[in-house]
């Protein structure tokens, strides 16, 4: 059973700063591992989707990589601003076809 | 481009009503699926839609139904409304099951009371 786990839950950051947010997953034998970007009682934004034969996907100030073997995804978000304060989520797809998520991390830019 | 639609965005009912939530896909997407979010469990996957077969199915009770449409509209029925159905109920569209970006709509958010 896949199983994503996101660390840290909660991050606080000032901003400008670079941050790295971690994902990582049990199960190697996935299709591709999606980003989303969550702000309160709203939906998911697609921010970055990797397919399992990339290393790393870039949008703007972010940055994605995805280590297959080890079961890892890091999200890179350069020089923060408060705008990017959200919940972000990883998801994995595997053969199963469903998207199987992380609890996500809390991210809060200081201004 | 619209994005996916959800309908409607906040619900109230009562313990033991029934509801039907309603999903429009992106224009050119056969693939729906739902996802039940709630602050202790997290994204929950219930069901996955493609040309109106329902594809996979999650670990909920059989209270949770849904359907698509053959304009890959769909929806989802929850009978007998128990406290515990109350969650962020979204839906994902996508070009096709396996492997494309998912994209998510803004939620229907179910309270029951």
């Known amino acids: 059973k896949q199983e994503v786990t996101q660390i840290p839950a909660a991050l606080s950051v000032p901003e400008g700063e670079n941050l790295v947010l971690n994902c990582s997953f049990t199960?190697?034998?996935?299709?591709?591992l999606q980003w989303f970007r969550q702000d309160p009682g709203k939906g998911l934004t697609s921010l970055l989707l990797?397919?399992?034969?990339?290393r790393e996907q870039t949008s703007g100030r972010l940055n994605a990589s995805l280590d297959k073997s080890s079961g890892r995804s890091t999200l890179y978000i350069a020089a923060s601003q408060p705008g990017d304060s959200a919940t972000y989520l990883c998801?994995?797809?595997?053969?199963?076809?469903?998207?199987?998520f992380g609890k996500g991390t809390k991210l809060t830019v200081n201004p | 481009k619209a994005g996916v639609t959800q309908t409607p965005r906040y619900l109230i009912k009562t313990r033991g009503q029934q509801v039907t939530l309603s999903c429009s896909p992106i224009?050119?997407?056969?693939?729906v699926s739902w996802y039940q979010q709630t602050p202790g469990q997290g994204l929950q996957f219930l069901f996955e839609?493609?040309?109106?077969?329902?594809?996979n199915k999650g670990n909920f009770p059989g209270r949770f139904s849904g359907r698509q449409f053959s304009n890959s509209r769909s929806e989802m029925n929850v009978s007998t409304l128990e406290l515990g159905d109350s969650a962020l109920y979204l839906c994902?569209?996508?070009?096709?099951?396996?492997?494309?970006?998912?994209?998510f709509g803004q939620g229907t958010r179910l309270t029951v009371v």
């Open positions: 994902a569209s996508s070009l096709s099951p396996a492997n494309t970006e998912a994209f």
């Open positions: 199960d190697s034998a996935i299709y591709n």
């Open positions: 990797i397919q399992s034969s990339q």
């Open positions: 998801a994995v797809q595997g053969g199963s076809e469903k998207l199987v």
């Open positions: 224009s050119g997407h056969r693939s």
């Open positions: 839609y493609f040309s109106e077969t329902q594809r």
